[in-house]
């Protein structure tokens, strides 16, 4: 058996950002004008009309500022409301091919490896492009990677679970060197004229590279342990599947709102909280290490009281700010990759054997522990 290790993060932002009150102007133009064409229906009681959202509740409620995107000209004009992007050519390399091959590119740089070397590209992440070719497979192409690769898609838990298959893999002898990549466009299946999840989401993408203990040049962590779980729920559903209404000419396409992001988020926060905060007790507990004996914790960045209650179970008190780093006043939700950009901002100040655990958790409902080491 080989020790599987992390030695590299990176992290593709994109270059455009929304801030809330850039996002409650615009959905706010767009109510009035959904309420000014339905004026008649809405006084016959027909059609509900439009609530104007709030640049303090969307604060309050999820501790989020801003978000990136890869287009805001779409999402900010209230007769669009949905990012436009060019549709591509078949032999032009795909949106998520190509925010993968930055974070690829600078986390193979941080380690000093060779794409050329890696020989397993694992596409994690829970809004795929498209169905076939795998996304995967087109990544490790344009890095000019060897081996193979997959995609798949758990949800906000790709990322964990995207680590846990890759470093098995290690461990077994059936890969060298892994990059578990997770680009998200969660701007694409985000619902933006529905004001009680409209704030919600942001784009980027992460990658962590994984190599053999025995081959890496510079060693971070050590991934000590992997946990997962799932549990069917509908309260996180999509039923779009694949990328869609993002290209200038599906502009006209009708409201179809139970395609897009939908969630229950009272019922996701009950039920999610206990399963998680239980999930991370229960892997460290078979791994030995008691709450005082855990230095961080990167949580998934979806809601700040979600992960303030979460890191006040694991720890049994409140959390200092450095034991549970959030990026998500900046970066927003970005699904599975929410994990990795805390993990990849923020993983100096460890000495040798002190411990870290990343945990991504949301639709599913899954949740996946990362147990981490550093060397
Ligand atoms: N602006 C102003 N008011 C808004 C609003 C907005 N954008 N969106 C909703 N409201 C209103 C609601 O209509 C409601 O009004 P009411 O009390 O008159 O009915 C009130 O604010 C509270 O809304 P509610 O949805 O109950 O808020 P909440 O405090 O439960 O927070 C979430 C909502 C979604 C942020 C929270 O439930 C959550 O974080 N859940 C978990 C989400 C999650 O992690 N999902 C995983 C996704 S991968």
Redesign the pocket.
């Known amino acids: 058996m080989h020790q599987p290790v992390i030695t590299a993060t990176g992290v593709f932002t994109p270059a455009e950002t929304i801030t809330n009150a850039e996002l409650v102007e615009a959905f706010n133009a767009y109510a009035e004008k959904y309420n000014a064409k339905h004026a008649a229906a809405i006084a016959a009681g027909e059609v509900v009309a439009k609530?104007?959202?709030?640049e303090d509740?969307?604060f309050k409620?999820?501790g989020i500022e801003q978000r990136y995107v890869l287009d805001k000209s779409g999402v900010l004009n209230p007769d669009i409301m949905h990012p436009l992007f060019r549709k591509r050519a078949d032999d032009e390399p795909g949106v998520m091919a190509e925010m993968a091959l930055d974070a690829c590119t600078k986390a193979l740089k941080e380690a000093g490896v060779d794409a050329s070397e890696v020989d397993l590209v694992i596409c994690a992440a829970s809004n795929l492009e498209r169905a076939y070719p795998a996304i995967g497979v087109e990544i490790q192409s344009l890095l000019g990677a060897g081996g193979f690769a997959f995609d798949m898609n758990v949800?906000?838990s790709s990322a964990t679970f995207g680590i846990q298959a890759a470093s098995d893999m290690i461990r077994a002898g059936s890969a060298r060197k892994a990059l578990v990549v997770n680009p998200e466009i969660c701007s694409a299946h985000l619902e933006w004229r529905d004001?009680?999840?409209?704030?919600?989401f942001g784009d980027v993408c992460t990658a962590t590279l994984i190599e053999r203990e025995s081959d890496a040049k510079n060693p971070l962590f050590k991934i000590r342990s992997t946990r997962c779980a799932t549990e069917f729920s509908n309260n996180?559903r999509n039923n779009n599947g694949f990328l869609r209404r993002t290209y200038t000419e599906d502009q006209d396409l009708p409201d179809e709102r139970d395609m897009q992001f939908m969630?229950n988020?009272?019922k996701?926060?009950k039920e999610?909280v206990p399963m998680v905060s239980a999930h991370i007790l229960a892997h460290m507990d078979d791994e030995g290490i008691a709450p005082d004996g855990l230095k961080r914790m990167w949580l998934h960045q979806?809601?700040k009281?979600?992960n303030d209650f979460v890191g006040r179970k694991v720890l049994g008190r409140v959390p200092e700010s450095d034991e549970q780093p959030n990026i998500l006043q900046d970066y927003a939700?970005t699904?599975s990759a929410g994990s990795i950009i805390s993990f990849s901002q923020n993983s100096d100040g460890f000495s040798k054997g002190e411990i870290g655990v990343i945990c991504s958790f949301?639709?599913g409902y899954s949740v996946g522990s990362v147990i981490l080491e550093r060397l």
Do not use: K, L, T
Not at 51 to 54: E, G, H, I, T, V
Not at 195 to 200: L, M, P, Q, Y
């Open positions: 609530d104007p959202s709030s509740f969307i409620a999820s949800a906000c004001r009680d999840c409209h704030f919600i996180i969630q988020g009272r996701v926060f999610v979806a809601n009281s979600m939700n699904s949301g639709a």
